[in-house]
């Protein structure tokens, strides 16, 4: 099935396997509430066991030098697409909060960025991303 909107998450390229993991999870967990259309519906089993709903559409992860960020970072802001975005002061905070103050605190221009998550039209997340490479 080839969907009309694309959900993507840009990693830079030096993080560790550990960090990339932790990264895209934080990425997407905010384009569900975001954008609920995104979410689909709660799982059964044969037993009957409920599982949580996952996202409907899949998740394309790219991967690209901190150049290749910012540029995706610009053309996201432009195109007004939903977007989360993780910094790297964010690896030495402890909460939510924590988090949200470490972000708040940086000039956009200066966002010391290592992960971005968009949703939005094909086309226009396709131009986002464009430099980033598929995350092996």
């Known amino acids: 099935m080839r969907f009309s909107t694309k ?8 993080l560790l396997t550990w960090q990339r993991l932790n990264v895209t999870a934080f990425l997407v967990s905010g384009l569900g509430t975001a954008v609920p259309e995104v979410v ?3 799982y059964l089993d044969a037993d009957e066991v409920a599982y949580l709903p996952m996202f409907r559409q899949p998740v394309m992860v790219f ?3 901190g150049e290749v960020l910012a540029a995706a ?17 964010l ?5 939510d909060g924590a988090n949200r ?7 956009t221009a ?20 464009k430099g980033a490479r598929m995350h092996p």
Do not use: C, N, Y
């Open 7 to 14: 959900i993507a998450v840009v990693l830079r390229d030096d």
């Open 40 to 42: 689909g519906q709660p």
């Open 63 to 65: 991967e690209g030098g």
């Open 73 to 89: 970072h610009g053309r996201a802001l432009r195109s007004a697409v939903p977007m989360s975005v993780f910094t790297s002061d």
């Open 91 to 95: 690896f030495a905070t402890g909460h």
């Open 101 to 107: 103050e470490a972000v708040r605190a940086v000039r």
């Open 110 to 129: 200066d966002l010391d960025l290592v992960g971005l998550a968009v949703h939005g039209p094909r086309s226009g997340v396709d131009k986002i991303v």
